[in-house]
C-alpha cells in the first residue's frame, strides 16, 4: 500500500470514490462503445450497466459510512482483493468489486476477461482519473488459464471478488481453502407460470428473462415450468412463439437489434442445446443460424422438456427456452 489507500480514512475514500462516479458519467459513451465492439452487447443493455456501474459507486462508500457509525465495531479493509470479472457483464460487475473493495479500504488487482479487456481498462480510468492510484489500483488483463491460478494462489491476496464458472470457483477454493471468496457462479434458473397468472405479462417477463443478453447471463429463464392448464393452451403456446419469432437479431451495431450476436460460435453444451432434442422434445420455434454467421442465432423454444433431461440440468449460456409441463403446483 505505497500510496496510502489503505490509511485513509472513510470519508476520504467516500470523497475519491464520488469523483470515480462522476467519472464514470463523463465516460458512458466510451464505456458503451467497448462493450459493443467487445462483447457484441446492444446499446441499450450496456447503457442499463453504467447506471449499474455508477450506482455501485456511489452506494459502497455509503454502506461502509454505515457500518463504520455502528456501536462496538471496528472495521478494516482485508488487504489486497483480487476481482475477476466476465465478459457478459463487463462495466458493472468489475466496477462492483472494484468500488466495494477500494470503499472498504483494500487496494484491489482487476483481472478483467480476455474478452473484454478494453472496456475493463476504460473502467479503471474512470478511478484513475477520480485520484485511485494504479498501485491502489492495478490493472492486469492475462490468460485466465495460465496466469489467474498464479494469482489466486498468492498468500499475498487476502480475499477473491469472483464472477464466472462454476469450476473455477471450485478450483480457487482447492487450491487455497482459507481464502476469503466471494463467488457469483452459474446456475439454472425457471420461471413458473401458473393458472392463475397474467398470461400476456408473463410471456413479456419470460422473453425478457430468457433472449436479453442474447440468453448469456447466470441469472437467464432458460427453463420454463408451466402449469398443465397453461402448458395445454394453444393460445398461450402460439402467443410465446409469435413474440419471440418477432425478436429482431442482428449486429449490435443495428440500433433495431434486440438480440445480439453470442461472444463465440457455440460449441460444446450450447451448440447442442441449439441443435438437438431429447425423448419428448418439439421444437415449438427452432432455433436459426442468421446470415451464415456462427454467432448470430435466433430464439429458440423446446416444449416437452422432461425432468432429469439435459434440457431439464444443464446450463445453456444462449438463446434457448426450454418448457416444462406442471401436473399440479405442488
Wanted: glycine content about 10%.
Amino acid at each position: 500500500d505505497e500510496d496510502g489507500w489503505r490509511r485513509l480514512t472513510g470519508h476520504e475514500r467516500h470523497r475519491v470514490l464520488s469523483q470515480a462516479a462522476i467519472a464514470l458519467r463523463a465516460a458512458r459513451a466510451d464505456l458503451i462503445g467497448t462493450a459493443m465492439a467487445e462483447t457484441g452487447k446492444i446499446c441499450t443493455e450496456a447503457d442499463i450497466e453504467v447506471s449499474e456501474a455508477i450506482d455501485f459507486t456511489e452506494f459502497y462508500p455509503w454502506a461502509a459510512s454505515g457500518l463504520a457509525t455502528l456501536p462496538n465495531v471496528q472495521l478494516q479493509g482485508q488487504g489486497t482483493v483480487l476481482v475477476i470479472a466476465p465478459w457478459n457483464f463487463p462495466i458493472a460487475i468489475p466496477c462492483g468489486g472494484i468500488a466495494a473493495a477500494l470503499a472498504a479500504g483494500n487496494t484491489v488487482i482487476f483481472k478483467p476477461s480476455s474478452d473484454a479487456v478494453l472496456t475493463g481498462y476504460h473502467l479503471c480510468r474512470c478511478f484513475w482519473q477520480a485520484g485511485v492510484s494504479q498501485k491502489t489500483l492495478q490493472f492486469l488483463p492475462c490468460s485466465g488459464a495460465d496466469v489467474a491460478p498464479v494469482l489466486t494462489g498468492d498468500k499475498r491476496v487476502s480475499a477473491i471478488i469472483l464472477t464466472g464458472g462454476t469450476d473455477t470457483g471450485l478450483r480457487i477454493l482447492a487450491q487455497s481453502p482459507g481464502v476469503y471468496l466471494a463467488a457469483e457462479t452459474g446456475g439454472k434458473n425457471a420461471t413458473i407460470v401458473t393458472d392463475m397468472a397474467d398470461r400476456d405479462q408473463a410471456i413479456k417477463n419470460v422473453l425478457h428473462s430468457a433472449f436479453s443478453n442474447s440468453g448469456q447471463k447466470c441469472s437467464a429463464t432458460s427453463l420454463l415450468i408451466l402449469e398443465k392448464s397453461v402448458y395445454d393452451d394453444s393460445r398461450f403456446r402460439r402467443q410465446l412463439v409469435d413474440a419471440a419469432a418477432s425478436i429482431r437479431v442482428g449486429s449490435a451495431w443495428d440500433f433495431a437489434t434486440r438480440l445480439g450476436p453470442l461472444i463465440r460460435p457455440p460449441a460444446d453444451e450450447l451448440l447442442r442445446g441449439l441443435t438437438s432434442l431429447e425423448p419428448g422434445e418439439e421444437w415449438a420455434l427452432t432455433p436459426a443460424m442468421i446470415n451464415g454467421n456462427p454467432q448470430l442465432w435466433s430464439p429458440g423454444i423446446k416444449y416437452g422438456v422432461r425432468p432429469g433431461s439435459f434440457t431439464h440440468l444443464t446450463e445453456l449460456f444462449g438463446p434457448v427456452l426450454g418448457v416444462m409441463r406442471a401436473e399440479t403446483l405442488n
